[in-house]
């Protein structure tokens, strides 16, 4: 059915409070090797900013827990490796036929499909010192079988695309592979390629978005995204806001 690229192990749990939990766990117990962590169910499941992630049986809920040293900055890069990764993953599932539904990328690293959100990425980790993280757990969602209905934005699955869903160790593995090529890209030749990279599957480059920061929204166009990853925003007035973190919605869907 497929397998995980070398010096990666699989843990494969029934139940867990959560695959980002466990990659805790791992690092508590002092684990050196890279792990693929899958759970069948979670039953503490959790997104972005503290929200709840729903986590049904018949989705794909992984972490890939890193015991590697890195800066808090590269740390925050393979958010975008693990977007493309994600967004490659659904395009091999739904096809690139003329007819196949469009699948793109969110800022940061959300997968849409025909604009409706089917992943999810929760990046933990640990510091060693302030310079330094001592491992890292990447946190990926995707729904393969089906979707809340009860989000402020449009949501999706492989299921509702397609009309089939892959089992979630299926997924995985194509996940794996796709996530080790972006990373290996992501290490001989940098970051600059896998922004490169995700400028081609970006959603609504160009359009209106709205920002909305913990201090209030703000409304422009999406020109771009800077070396860093950093949304630049052009405001009505002409300014550009170069913005770091933030949830994105867009004017013309309401995604």
């Known amino acids: 059915m497929g397998q995980l ?3 990666y192990q699989l ?11 466990q990659a805790r766990r791992l690092a508590e117990d002092g684990v050196r090797v890279p792990h ?23 989705n794909l ?18 958010s975008f490796v693990a977007g493309l990764a994600l967004h490659e993953t659904v395009r091999h599932f739904v096809g690139d036929a003329a007819d196949a539904p469009d699948v793109s990328v969110k800022w940061p690293n959300d997968v849409l499909i025909d604009g409706a959100k089917i992943s999810g990425i929760l990046l933990e980790t640990a510091s060693s010192t302030h310079q330094q993280v001592a491992w890292l757990a990447i946190g990926m969602g995707l729904n ?7 989000t402020p934005y449009p949501a999706s699955s492989i299921y509702h ?17 796709s996530f080790e090529r972006f990373y290996q890209q992501w290490k001989s030749v940098g970051f600059a390629s896998i922004l490169t990279a995700w400028r081609q599957t970006a959603f609504n480059l160009g359009q209106g978005i709205i920002a909305r920061l ?18 630049i925003l052009r405001t009505p ?17 309401g995604a």
């Open 214 to 231: 913990e201090t209030g929204e703000i409304e422009g166009i999406f020109e771009d995204i800077d070396e860093t990853g950093a949304i």
């Open 36 to 58: 693929w962590i899958v759970a069948d169910q979670q039953t503490a499941g959790r997104g972005r900013r503290g929200r709840t992630w729903d986590s049904p049986n018949g």
């Open 11 to 21: 843990l494969h749990l029934e139940t867990v409070d959560s695959t980002n939990e």
């Open 61 to 78: 809920m992984t972490t890939l827990y890193l015991p590697v040293a890195l800066t808090p900055e590269q740390a925050g890069q393979l």
């Open 237 to 253: 007035d002409g300014q550009k806001r170069v913005i770091s973190a933030a949830d994105i919605f867009f004017t013309n869907i």
């Open 161 to 177: 695309a397609t009309g089939q869903a892959p089992d979630n160790v299926q997924a995985l593995y194509v996940l794996a592979q």
């Open 144 to 150: 393969l079988k089906s979707f809340p209905d009860d």
């Open 5 to 7: 690229p070398e010096s």
